[in-house]
C-alpha cells in the first residue's frame, strides 16, 4: 500500500509538471489551482495511509509474526551433514578452484 502511494506521489509530481510546461501558464490563479490540486491530492494519499495504519491492531501483527514463526519452524528440516559443512565453512569452492587446486598439489607432489 505504501508502495503504491509513493508511486501515486511521484506521478502527481510529474503530471503537475508536465501540465504546468506544457500550458506555460502565466495567470496566477490557474498555478494556484493547480498546486491545490496537487497538494490536495498528496494530502488525500497521505491521509489514506495514515487511516489504514491505524486500522491496524498491535495484537493482530504479534499474531501475524507468531503464526509465521510457527510455520517456519515446522518446515525447516534438520540440516544434512554435507549442508551443515557448507552452511559453517566460509567460502564456497566453484569446481574451477577444486580442479586448480588439485593441478596445484599435483606438481608440489612431483
Known amino acids: 500500500m505504501l508502495l503504491i502511494s509513493v508511486v501515486l506521489v511521484v506521478m502527481i509530481l510529474g503530471i503537475y509538471n ?11 490563479e490557474s498555478v494556484l489551482l493547480l498546486l491545490l490540486l496537487k497538494w490536495s491530492l498528496i494530502l488525500l494519499i497521505i491521509s489514506v495511509n495514515i487511516y489504514s495504519l491505524k486500522r491496524i ?3 493482530d501483527v504479534k499474531e501475524s509474526i507468531k503464526k509465521e514463526q510457527a510455520y517456519t519452524s515446522k518446515k525447516a528440516e534438520p540440516l544434512t551433514p554435507t549442508q551443515n559443512y557448507v552452511k559453517h565453512k566460509e567460502t564456497l569452492s566453484t569446481t574451477t578452484d577444486l580442479i586448480l587446486e588439485k593441478y596445484r598439489n599435483k606438481k608440489r607432489e612431483v
Open 57 to 59: 491492531k498491535i495484537n
Open 18 to 28: 508536465d501540465l504546468y510546461s506544457v500550458l506555460k501558464i502565466t495567470n496566477k
